[in-house]
């Protein structure tokens, strides 16, 4: 009778574990089991940071007695609004791990959110790693702290832990101390340490860009997955100074003295509700065009060049060359800009006046003509779209293309995707295939809000096949799949979308040289 009441026992032997006992470095969990799959969730990767540790660099989780549960998804990070929900929680730094029963030494994918530094969660249901881990892989999702909470860099910050010479970037350190969190601890849900392959999205996908270039992170993973990630776009990094100045204006904003011995006190003692309303969501601001084209993206809430974290741009990284050549997929979807200039975003621009007050915003006015000539207003349905496409173009695509380029030359093995296939019952009209769609068919959960897989389930059986492949040999290429051919600067790509799998180029050589003279 016990033994049919030990639920995901491994035998009743007696000699045998309880797969859904594991014991990791801080303490015992017990998690649950599905259909072959074990999932333990809500667990601490590093302590809380609340009180003193706001605005602190990870520190280690306070050691258990007894064996905690892990069998429910915890509070996402402190956020205004999200897909799941928003969030005042700031105890939220846990991870959620699923595992095949039986695993052992397996291969291990680390999921990495997007959301733009400001939204989401590793625990959002759409992201469950449960289809995933059916193809024999350990699967890892983890909050990390947004916004405020993880990008705050106010310059009295910097002297504040001499552990962590620098102010900002926590949201990012706590990436970092989640895959070393892995390291410690994964081989007791039966993953392989050493066979790390580290995936992310959007504000995910350029956080593994970073991560892929870190020198403090060289050790942490084997191989990438970089989804739409910016890499190489100067819009995710801050120059430090600009970064501060923008903090000590927050910190007046929040009744705060700018810069003096009580400010780090005073921004503590803030509740979380203070500091979201400090930092409303840029979603209807004025001028139009979006958060990309406001003279400043995010104030307070993005990475910052800090020389530590954030050793140097990312284009400065790649152009040092420091960084061990490991294997990378590295794609985009075929819409990028499309979401950010939606109603969810964005006042539309109108007319080609404010798109080329927009443009100029954002990039040098002396290079708005040539923008306008490239990406002219009569070449699209309205100037919203047009700027949509520079969007896609600039931030996206072009910068992806660069970063291959760079790495390829590197010695890094690459592979490219262009995702071609559009969602149904997408969130809002005449978007195309726009920026995450990718998402669902990656996990195989058609539970994504911003619309659904619908009939094309084999493209996402593809995906994820093509996705655990890759974990699992550094080699994407599978058994009756389409064969997908390694990067070698001329664009061979996967395309993905019905009503079949391809290769071929998607992206124009002379696009991407306009946005190579630009930025």
């Given at each position: 009778?016990?033994?049919?009441?030990?639920?995901?026992?491994?035998?009743?032997?007696?000699?045998?574990?309880?797969?859904?006992?594991?014991?990791?470095?801080?303490?015992?969990?017990?998690?649950?089991?599905?259909?072959?799959?074990?999932?333990?969730?809500?667990?601490?990767?590093?302590?809380?940071?609340?009180?003193?540790?706001?605005?602190?660099?990870?520190?280690?989780?306070?050691?258990?007695?007894?064996?905690?549960?892990?069998?429910?998804?915890?509070?996402?990070?402190?956020?205004?609004?999200?897909?799941?929900?928003?969030?005042?929680?700031?105890?939220?730094?846990?991870?959620?791990?699923w595992a095949p029963s039986g695993a052992h030494d397996l291969p291990v994918m680390v999921w990495l959110h997007g959301g733009a530094f400001i939204i989401g969660s590793g625990g959002d249901k759409y992201y469950d790693g449960a289809q995933l881990a059916k193809s024999g892989v350990v699967?890892?999702?983890?909050?990390?702290?947004?916004?405020?909470?993880?990008?705050?860099?106010?310059?009295?910050?910097?002297?504040?832990?001499?552990?962590?010479?620098?102010?900002?970037?926590?949201?990012?350190?706590?990436?970092?101390?989640?895959?070393?969190?892995?390291?410690?601890?994964?081989?007791?849900?039966?993953?392989?340490?050493?066979?790390?392959?580290?995936?992310?999205?959007?504000?995910?996908?350029?956080?593994?860009?970073?991560?892929?270039?870190?020198?403090?992170?060289?050790?942490?993973?084997?191989?990438?997955?970089?989804?739409?990630?910016?890499?190489?776009?100067?819009?995710?990094?801050?120059?430090?100074?600009?970064?501060?100045?923008?903090?000590?204006?927050?910190?007046?904003?929040?009744?705060?003295?700018?810069?003096?011995?009580?400010?780090?006190?005073?921004?503590?003692?803030?509740?979380?509700?203070?500091?979201?309303?400090?930092?409303?969501?840029?979603?209807?601001?004025?001028?139009?065009?979006?958060?990309?084209?406001?003279?400043?993206?995010?104030?307070?809430?993005?990475?910052?060049?800090?020389?530590?974290?954030?050793?140097?741009?990312?284009?400065?990284?790649?152009?040092?060359?420091?960084?061990?050549?490991?294997?990378?997929?590295?794609?985009?979807?075929?819409?990028?800009?499309?979401?950010?200039?939606?109603?969810?975003?964005?006042?539309?621009?109108?007319?080609?006046?404010?798109?080329?007050?927009?443009?100029?915003?954002?990039?040098?006015?002396?290079?708005?003509?040539?923008?306008?000539?490239?990406?002219?207003?009569?070449?699209?349905?309205?100037?919203?779209?047009?700027?949509?496409?520079?969007?896609?173009?600039?931030?996206?695509?072009?910068?992806?293309?660069?970063?291959?380029?760079?790495?390829?030359?590197?010695?890094?093995?690459?592979?490219?995707?262009?995702?071609?296939?559009?969602?149904?019952?997408?969130?809002?009209?005449?978007?195309?295939?726009?920026?995450?769609?990718?998402?669902?068919?990656?996990?195989?959960?058609?539970?994504?809000?911003?619309?659904?897989?619908?009939?094309?389930?084999?493209?996402?059986?593809?995906?994820?096949?093509?996705?655990?492949?890759?974990?699992?040999?550094?080699?994407?290429?599978?058994?009756?799949?389409?064969?997908?051919?390694?990067?070698?600067?001329?664009?061979?790509?996967?395309?993905?979308?019905?009503?079949?799998?391809?290769?071929?180029?998607?992206?124009?050589?002379?696009?991407?040289?306009?946005?190579?003279?630009?930025?």
């Amino acid at each position: 009778m016990l033994c049919l009441l030990a639920i995901g026992c491994a035998g009743c032997g007696g000699s045998e574990p309880d797969e859904l006992t594991v014991t990791i470095d801080s303490g015992a969990i017990h998690g649950g089991a599905l259909d072959g799959i074990r999932h333990f969730f809500g667990v601490p990767y590093v302590a809380p940071p609340i009180g003193a540790n706001r605005f602190r660099a990870p520190q280690p989780v306070t050691p258990w007695n007894d064996v905690q549960p892990a069998i429910e998804i915890a509070s996402e990070c402190p956020q205004l609004i999200s897909l799941g929900g928003a969030s005042d929680d700031e105890d939220c730094l846990y991870v959620n791990v699923w595992a095949p029963s039986g695993a052992h030494d397996l291969p291990v994918m680390v999921w990495l959110h997007g959301g733009a530094f400001i939204i989401g969660s590793g625990g959002d249901k759409y992201y469950d790693g449960a289809q995933l881990a059916k193809s024999g892989v350990v699967v890892v999702s983890l909050n990390y702290r947004l916004g405020l909470f993880g990008f705050l860099a106010h310059p009295q910050l910097r002297t504040d832990d001499p552990a962590f010479p620098t102010a900002g970037n926590y949201g990012l350190e706590d990436q970092r101390a989640a895959l070393e969190w892995v390291q410690r601890n994964i081989a007791a849900f039966g993953g392989d340490p050493k066979h790390v392959t580290l995936f992310g999205e959007s504000a995910g996908g350029w956080s593994t860009c970073l991560l892929y270039l870190s020198s403090r992170a060289t050790d942490l993973f084997q191989a990438a997955i970089a989804e739409s990630g910016l890499c190489s776009s100067p819009v995710l990094e801050i120059p430090r100074d600009v970064a501060e100045a923008q903090a000590q204006t927050l910190a007046t904003k929040l009744g705060c003295a700018a810069n003096d011995a009580t400010t780090v006190d005073c921004l503590r003692a803030k509740s979380p509700d203070d500091l979201l309303a400090a930092t409303p969501l840029p979603a209807m601001t004025d001028p139009p065009g979006g958060p990309i084209y406001q003279p400043a993206v995010l104030p307070g809430s993005l990475p910052t060049i800090d020389g530590y974290v954030v050793e140097q741009s990312l284009a400065a990284a790649l152009a040092a060359a420091q960084y061990p050549p490991r294997p990378l997929i590295l794609g985009n979807v075929q819409d990028e800009g499309t979401l950010f200039h939606s109603p969810l975003f964005a006042q539309a621009v109108t007319d080609e006046a404010g798109y080329r007050a927009a443009l100029a915003t954002r990039f040098d006015p002396a290079g708005v003509d040539a923008i306008v000539a490239h990406y002219p207003v009569s070449g699209f349905p309205s100037a919203n779209r047009a700027l949509g496409q520079v969007t896609g173009d600039a931030f996206f695509l072009c910068p992806s293309r660069r970063f291959a380029k760079a790495v390829l030359d590197r010695g890094a093995v690459l592979y490219r995707y262009a995702f071609q296939q559009a969602l149904t019952s997408p969130v809002a009209p005449d978007l195309g295939v726009f920026h995450s769609s990718e998402i669902p068919f990656v996990f195989g959960n058609d539970t994504y809000p911003l619309g659904r897989i619908g009939d094309a389930t084999w493209i996402s059986t593809a995906m994820q096949a093509y996705w655990t492949q890759f974990a699992k040999i550094a080699d994407p290429n599978y058994e009756g799949g389409v064969a997908w051919p390694k990067y070698d600067g001329t664009e061979p790509q996967l395309i993905v979308a019905a009503p079949a799998i391809t290769t071929g180029k998607a992206l124009d050589d002379d696009t991407c040289a306009l946005w190579d003279s630009l930025q």
